[in-house]
């Protein structure tokens, strides 16, 4: 089964994972949560990160989710990944990628389930008024 880190600012990992279960059910093993603060040394955060990868890698492969490229999150993760075989990262992490994510973890290899996951977020986003609203009219 692929494993699964979640790195985000603040408390929105914990939350975004909350509610994925509430839809697919509670994830057992494999899911890590990492929460940064500015409360938190950047080298502990760092640590804890490199902590998660080593423990979380196996050979079913880990995702990293993070929530915005450029952010906190992403700087202090990318690098490590160097030194995580097996590992991917995937930014701009949402409800829809996460529910895709935890539905698929144990039916598809790590490059299907991550181009799944990323497909599936972005068809979670689009304009209201301009998909739905404009055909009504």
Do not use: C, W
Request: proline share 4%; charged share 25%; hydrophobic share 45%.
């Amino acid at each position: 089964m692929i494993n699964f880190i979640i790195v985000t600012h603040g408390e929105f990992g914990a939350y975004l994972m909350e509610a994925a279960e509430s839809i697919v059910g509670r994830q057992e093993q494999g899911v890590r949560v990492i929460s940064i603060s500015a409360r938190v040394a950047v080298a502990e955060l760092r640590e804890r990160v490199r902590r998660a990868l080593a423990e979380l890698g196996g050979r079913d492969g880990l995702v990293l989710f993070t929530d915005m490229p450029g952010g906190t999150p992403s700087n202090l993760a990318f690098p490590l990944l160097k030194d995580a075989p097996g590992a991917e990262m995937v930014t701009g992490v949402n409800l829809g990628m996460l529910v895709s994510a935890f539905s698929h973890r144990g039916d598809l290899a790590l490059p299907q389930l991550v181009e799944k996951a990323i497909a599936d977020g972005q068809k979670s986003i689009y304009d209201v008024r301009r998909r739905f609203l404009a055909r009504v009219g």
